[in-house]
C-alpha cells in the first residue's frame, strides 16, 4: 500500500507562486525505486499529465504546457515530491494529484498508480 497526501493549495493572484507537497507513506513504499508526478484535473476536463520525477530526481518530464513555469523535484529523504508554480495564470485552476508508480515511465502511462486525494489550486485573474 501506498499513501500520498497532497498539500499546499489554496487561492492566489495571476502571477503568483505555489509550491504544493506530497508526503508518501505506506508499506510498499519505496522513495529509492518509485517514480512520482503530479496530474491535474480542471473543472469539466479529464485528467492530465503535468509532471513527472525518476526515483533518484535526476530525470524529469514536464507537459508542453507547464514547461518553463513548473518545477518538479523531491527528497527521498523525506518521502515528498514538490511542485513548485511560478507565474500562476487562472488556467492552471484546477484540482492537483500527486502519483506514485514503480518507475516514472509507468506513471506516465498510467499503469499501477496509487493517487493522493488532490489539492486545489484556484488563480484569480
Known amino acids: 500500500q501506498v499513501q500520498l497526501v497532497e498539500s499546499g493549495g489554496g487561492l492566489v493572484q495571476a502571477g503568483d507562486s505555489l509550491r504544493l507537497s506530497c508526503a508518501a507513506s505506506?508499506?510498499?513504499?519505496?522513495?529509492?525505486?518509485?517514480?512520482m508526478g503530479w496530474f491535474r484535473q480542471a473543472p469539466g476536463k479529464e485528467r492530465e499529465f503535468v509532471a513527472t520525477i525518476s526515483s533518484s530526481g535526476g530525470t524529469t518530464y514536464y507537459a508542453d504546457s507547464v514547461k518553463g513555469r513548473f518545477t518538479i523535484s523531491r527528497d527521498n529523504a523525506k518521502n515528498t515530491v514538490y511542485l513548485q508554480i511560478d507565474s500562476l495564470k487562472p488556467g492552471d485552476t484546477a484540482v492537483y494529484f500527486c502519483?506514485?508508480?514503480?518507475?516514472?515511465?509507468?506513471?506516465?502511462?498510467?499503469?499501477?498508480?496509487?493517487w493522493g486525494q488532490g489539492t486545489q489550486v484556484t488563480v484569480s485573474s
Open positions: 505506506g508499506r510498499t513504499f519505496n522513495s529509492n525505486t518509485m517514480g
Open positions: 502519483a506514485a508508480a514503480a518507475t516514472a515511465s509507468l506513471l506516465r502511462a498510467g499503469i499501477s498508480v496509487y
